[in-house]
């Protein structure tokens, strides 16, 4: 049956649409998506839908960037990531249920990425070792027009904002004893040539570290 | 009083890992049955039921129809009963073939428990009020029967007197949805597969949406020149539309393409398919679907794109994951094709002694990945490094290592003989933490905190 008849028999369904675009076409709110607390400084308050966020290569920034985006509802795919650990993701607030990898594209990341970008909330994807310039600007318009946010682990022109791990405190373990128990990561973000620094702390519900956290307190100031 | 015949293989869901196989595996049965009596209910893996009056006509009485049916499986078991309620039991308990003969239903009921009316809350209320027999419960009068347990109660009460009229309604798959191609020359590639099957496989699901039914699994069988025949089922998130129809066919011949070249120089390889049958196997109303896809919009599109993400990379391109039991975090991870079940064989809520604490790490090398550790990584009997590790290799690039800890046991599969593995963490001066497995006297890679 067409999409029309449908709707023409459900009529109680075409109140429920109407209730929606109602919804779609009042006040317009920041469409800017949440992003975890240490990194929102950095990039303006929030994710912007259609934008790219080049990162360097930490899966734990790019799954900082990502969680809470998609924490209530929207879909997270990770595209090129063959070793993508799935109990982090679903432990840093990822649900599994809305999550699939795409773990080896091959020759097909081009494709794979540009489809995955329409429908989509956020797309987690490796770059290849360069990306040519028409094929990121193909992915980013699509990006643009349907919303996904896109962060690539690796160079991309044009990026809203560029991340990268300044250095690392590792937390709670020894020389021969302890365990892991936490990392301070410091991220420098490049936004429109402004640099600026934060830490972020994992695991990410955790307070950084005193001797780390004047970065934050220089921010409060400013 | 309807004569009805059932057949059951005991403990048939038993033999099999998952629900999914049982069922599958079973289909065969169904086959064998079902070219003897075409029309016949599946009551669930391992028990069909159908009408008893045509085979033991055909077959010359009912012992005559038990007999031949009885042939269908080594361990199948017959029972012919008034009613299915009564023949369900009396298969259960034929030996390997039991006939009730009409007229006896109550007699034949009357000593058997209450838990037989397979509805526990049911029998648990009779059992304290004294009556545990089917018997005793028949005995009940039945306008306090409803009075009592409504309506439910009253169907129950049927059953143990022995007046259960279900309609046998013939197997839930309409066997005349299912289409079959032939192809003269036999087509070796997939995608001149894929080509060929684009209208048929369009007609199939047209033919079963005219019906306002939609096919949310589907099973294809190839048949290859040399007769053989490889049949699978494809169950889908939503609803299968003609192009992923398409896609499983040739999802199917590369698999058993690869399957076959892997493991024989004969068999599959260079011989071309000559038929290609499909049939629904589960179908479902359609409105529950319009009005699934109408409150979630965007699983809709999510499926669309990864359906299409899987035209290009193959089925098992797009994963879907989830956490199982385990003690290293690559045991804990299941992952499976977008659109099939995963299959989960240990539960990750009990207790894994020797798996990582919680904050796991976000890499996980699932390939063993070799990492020479510098000193004398090796575990003293006392469950110690002999040295402190000093640095790590990994690809010739060296690291030097700013703090460990460990080395933890991971017990696993004593049973087995599988031995004892350690655990390391490692943090190397840039600040990259690693996890470390040992495999004897060397290390493995398990994780990296990045």
């Known amino acids: 049956m067409s999409a029309a008849g449908r709707i023409v028999e459900h009529m109680f369904e075409l109140s429920a649409l109407r209730e929606r675009i109602r919804e779609m076409e009042g006040p317009r709110v920041d469409p800017r998506l949440p992003v975890h607390p240490a990194l929102s400084g950095l990039i303006g308050g929030g994710l912007v839908p259609g934008g790219v966020y080049s990162l360097s290569p930490s899966l734990t920034l790019a799954l900082a960037l990502a969680t809470e985006a998609v924490a209530e509802s929207g879909w997270c795919a990770a595209v090129g990531f063959p070793n993508l650990g799935i109990e982090a993701v679903a432990e840093c607030g990822i649900s599994l249920n809305r999550f699939v990898s795409i773990p080896t594209p091959k020759e097909h990341w081009a494709t794979v990425v540009g489809a995955v970008c329409d429908g989509f909330t956020v797309v987690i994807a490796r770059s290849p070792a360069s990306v040519p310039a028409a094929t990121a600007s193909r992915i980013a318009a699509v990006a643009r027009r349907t919303g996904a946010v896109l962060i690539v682990l690796g160079e991309w022109p044009g990026a809203t904002a560029r991340l990268e791990v300044d250095g690392v405190r590792n937390l709670g373990i020894g020389d021969g004893h302890g365990l892991l128990t936490g990392r301070d990561i410091r991220v420098r973000a490049v936004t429109r040539g402004i640099t600026k620094t934060a830490v972020l702390p994992w695991p990410f519900d955790r307070e950084p570290e005193p001797a780390l956290a004047p970065v934050r307190h220089l921010r409060a100031v400013t | ?450």
């Open chain 2, 1 to 450: 009083m309807t004569r009805v015949l059932v057949l059951d293989i005991p403990s048939w869901a038993d033999r099999f890992d998952t629900e999914a196989e049982s069922h599958r595996q079973f289909d065969p049965v169904i086959r064998a049955v079902e070219n003897t009596v075409p029309l016949v209910r599946v009551l669930g893996a391992g028990r069909i039921a159908m009408g008893a009056r045509g085979p033991a006509r055909y077959y010359r009485g009912e012992d005559g129809a038990a007999e031949a049916l009885r042939r269908v499986h080594p361990d199948a078991r017959i029972g012919v009963a008034d009613g299915l309620f009564t023949a369900v039991l009396a298969a259960r308990a034929a030996n390997p073939v039991l006939i009730v003969p009409a007229g006896d239903s109550p007699a034949f009921l009357a000593p058997l428990s209450v838990a037989h009316l397979g509805d526990p809350d049911m029998a648990d209320l009779l059992r304290r009020l004294g009556v545990s027999t089917l018997g005793g419960f028949a005995q009940l009068d039945d306008v306090s029967v409803r009075d009592r347990f409504g309506f439910p109660g009253e169907r129950l009460h049927r059953f143990a007197r022995g007046l259960d009229d279900s309609p046998i309604v013939p197997r839930d798959i309409p066997i005349d949805y299912a289409v079959e191609s032939v192809f003269d020359p036999a087509i070796v590639r997939a995608d001149e597969l894929a080509f060929a099957m684009r209208a048929t496989a369009d007609d199939f699901i047209d033919r079963i949406a005219r019906d306002r039914l939609a096919c949310t699994a589907v099973w294809v069988t190839l048949t290859s020149e040399r007769g053989e025949r490889f049949e699978r089922c494809w169950a889908h998130p939503t609803v299968f539309a003609g192009t992923d129809v398409v896609d499983r066919v040739r999802w199917q011949l590369e698999s058993v393409a690869r399957l076959t070249t892997d493991t024989s120089t004969e068999g599959f390889a260079g011989d071309g398919i000559v038929g290609v049958r499909l049939a629904p196997d589960q179908l479902a109303p359609q409105s529950r679907f319009e009005r699934g896809m109408w409150g979630a919009p965007s699983s809709d599109r999510i499926h669309s794109v990864l359906s299409r993400v899987q035209s290009i990379l193959g089925h098992e391109g797009v994963l879907t994951a989830t956490i199982g039991g385990g003690r290293t975090l690559v045991e804990r991870e299941i992952f499976s094709p977008w659109g099939d079940k995963p299959v989960i064989e240990h539960d990750a809520a009990k207790p894994w002694p020797g798996r990582l604490p919680d904050r796991v790490p976000t890499t996980v090398y699932r390939d063993g990945t070799a990492i020479m550790v510098g000193g004398t990584a090796v575990i003293s009997p006392a469950e110690t490094l002999a040295e402190p590790p000093r640095w790590l290799e990994l690809d010739g690039r060296r690291r030097d290592v700013a703090a460990w800890s460990g080395p933890w046991p991971i017990s696993e599969r004593w049973w087995d003989g599988g031995g004892i593995r350690y655990r390391l963490q490692v943090v190397d001066t840039t600040g990259a933490a690693w996890v470390l497995l040992s495999a004897g006297p060397d290390w493995t890679i398990e994780a990296r905190y990045d």
